[in-house]
């Protein structure tokens, strides 16, 4: 398989390396929880079909502001499948920022990592004039979660 598109990757990776436990990890609850790589192209692409189930398409944006974690990566391949712009934005800028960049890159979603971030967009979303849906990677009680999607 010739890969083209970073996205490519995904399908060598489902091929070449499905016996692999560790290709993507992360803590909760004090215990640690892996991904191989057949998870990471399977969830990818549950991703992909939910923002198409939801009405999403090529050119249109989705914010991303998280630590590390394989939610990130997940997000990242599953909007790049179908030509989504991905806006990775840092977790620690102000929300002068936030609003700077979410006035110029009008996201149609956000995905953040935790309440401590929802906490700080929240304000920002609700001060748009066509307001992104939010989803969060943690549980954030009346916040809808990643893996809705």
């Known amino acids: 398989m010739e890969i083209t598109r970073t996205f490519d990757i995904l399908e060598k990776y489902r091929t070449a390396f499905s016996d692999k436990p560790d290709a993507l990890a992360c803590k909760e609850g004090g215990k640690w929880i892996t991904y191989s790589a057949r998870d990471y192209a399977d969830i990818a692409d549950s991703v992909s079909f939910g923002l198409l189930a939801m009405g999403l398409k090529k050119g249109?944006?989705?914010?991303?502001?998280?630590?590390?974690?394989?939610?990130?990566?997940?997000?990242?391949?599953?909007?790049?499948q179908l030509g989504i712009v991905h806006v990775p934005i840092y977790p620690t800028i102000s929300r002068e920022d936030y609003q700077y960049i979410f006035r110029h890159c009008e996201p149609r979603m956000v995905f953040v990592s935790d309440k401590n971030l929802y906490e700080k967009i929240r304000p920002v979303v609700e001060g748009m004039e066509n307001k992104p849906e939010v989803f969060t990677f943690n549980n954030?009680?009346?916040?809808?979660?990643?893996?809705?999607?």
Not at 140 to 149: A, C, K, M, S, T
């Open 60 to 80: 249109d944006k989705i914010a991303t502001i998280s630590n590390n974690r394989p939610e990130w990566n997940f997000a990242d391949m599953g909007m790049s």
């Open 140 to 149: 954030v009680p009346g916040v809808r979660r990643f893996h809705e999607i």
